[in-house]
């Protein structure tokens, strides 16, 4: 979490590396969307604006689902650092898996 809010304020190296590497993980940061359907649709509160996608497999050999995202909040102009970690898709569609995070991800911002 620091690492990435580090990266966010432009501290992690220094402005220009930090722009760099942002720039690379806007790339990434349309990953909820690619779901199909969508799991938060275009133009709503919270977009996610950069990412760093992780999917890969377990020691027990089940599929997980780790990101760290950068999310904006467009109704009161607040930004933020998500990090989430060992989602388990175990059969389900990246949707499916998806949905519950970005859902308490959502209740978690909203509290604020």
């Known amino acids: 979490m620091r690492l ?8 992690l190296v220094g402005p220009t590396s930090s722009e760099d590497m ?4 806007a790339r990434a ?3 909820f969307v690619s779901t199909v359907p969508p799991i938060r649709p275009p133009g709503g509160q919270f977009v996610a604006t950069h990412g ?6 377990l020691q ?7 990101e760290g995202i ?4 467009t109704v009161r102009g607040r930004s933020f650092a998500v990090v989430y970690q060992n989602v388990i898709q175990d ?11 970005a859902t308490l991800i959502e209740a978690a911002l909203n509290a604020f």
Do not use: Y
């Not at 990435?4 to 501290?11: F, I, R, V, Y």
């Not at 760093?52 to 497999?57: A, D, L, N, P, T």
């Not at 059969?91 to 995070?101: D, K, M, S």
């Open 4 to 11: 990435l809010t580090l990266l966010a304020d432009d501290k």
């Open 22 to 25: 942002k720039a690379l993980m």
């Open 29 to 31: 940061g349309r990953f």
């Open 52 to 57: 760093k996608v992780g999917i890969g497999s």
């Open 60 to 66: 027990t050999l089940q599929t997980a689902l780790s």
């Open 70 to 73: 950068l999310v904006s909040d």
């Open 91 to 101: 059969g389900l569609t990246q949707r499916q898996a998806l949905v519950p995070v």
